[in-house]
């Protein structure tokens, strides 16, 4: 596609609830990325993927947490159990990881999927 | 304590000031990013940075490496510009981002 792509857009869940978020990053590009940003606050970092293999999950708040992209393209992040200071708006963005430095190190993100636990 | 400090959090102006918004870092980084982010959460990559200037239209970004500090200016300022931008920085030997609290911009017609 153009770009990347996130869904669902909005998610309202339940305490307790599990959820699923999904990323279609831009076509071929090795690297996604998860992010998490509350209200006000700039992103941070969940986790990152190389292809298929998950190389930095260190950025994951629990083990309630659980990311993956079995294909090397589209990821889901799944949240179980969801609390309500999961609610935030989580990102994803992808870059080609060419072998230009500065073409790989370009990150193109999505619209985020806001994400509110009553 | 954010590794990625933002200045000002805020600033109001009016149409056609020239804009500056500041970002310093602690330590050695590979490239740092200027980032627009408008209502509704989309962000959009500016610049990407690893020494010097760059322009594209009415927005220059600078960056001095030894000072650890970079600034994004908007000349001839539109509401248009009314956005939080957010300054993000990649560590050697690390692909994640590591992002400031971003500084909201609103340009008063």
């Known amino acids: 596609g153009a770009g990347v792509s996130q869904s669902p857009r909005y998610k309202v869940a339940k305490r307790g609830q599990d959820v699923a978020l999904r990323c279609d990053p831009i076509?071929?590009?090795?690297?996604l990325f998860w992010y998490q940003q509350a209200l006000g606050q700039g992103p941070e970092f969940l986790t990152y993927?190389?292809?298929?293999?998950?190389?930095?999950k260190s950025g994951l708040p629990s083990d309630r947490f659980f990311a993956e992209r079995p294909e090397g393209s589209v990821s889901t992040l799944k949240i179980q159990r969801t609390q309500q200071e999961d609610s935030a708006v989580y990102l994803c963005a992808s870059s080609s990881g060419g072998t230009s430095p500065l073409a790989k190190n370009i990150q193109y993100f999505g619209a985020g999927t806001r994400l509110s636990v009553l | 304590k954010n590794e990625v400090e933002q200045s000002p959090q805020n600033l109001t102006a009016q149409e056609g000031e020239f804009i500056t918004i500041n970002c310093s870092y602690s330590v050695g980084i590979s490239a740092l990013h200027w980032l627009q982010q408008h209502p509704g959460g989309g962000i959009v990559s500016l610049f990407m940075?690893?020494?010097g200037k760059k322009k594209h239209g009415r927005l220059i970004a600078t960056i001095n490496i030894q000072e650890k500090h970079s600034s994004l200016h908007i000349t001839a300022s539109h509401p248009r510009d009314s956005a939080v931008y957010i300054c993000?920085?990649?560590?050697?030997?690390?692909?994640?981002?590591?992002f400031g609290t971003g500084t909201r911009l609103t340009i008063i017609p």
């Open positions: 076509s071929g590009h090795v690297s």
């Open positions: 993000a920085v990649k560590y050697f030997g690390n692909e994640k981002l590591t």
């Open positions: 940075l690893s020494s």
């Open positions: 993927f190389q292809n298929e293999a998950q190389l930095d």
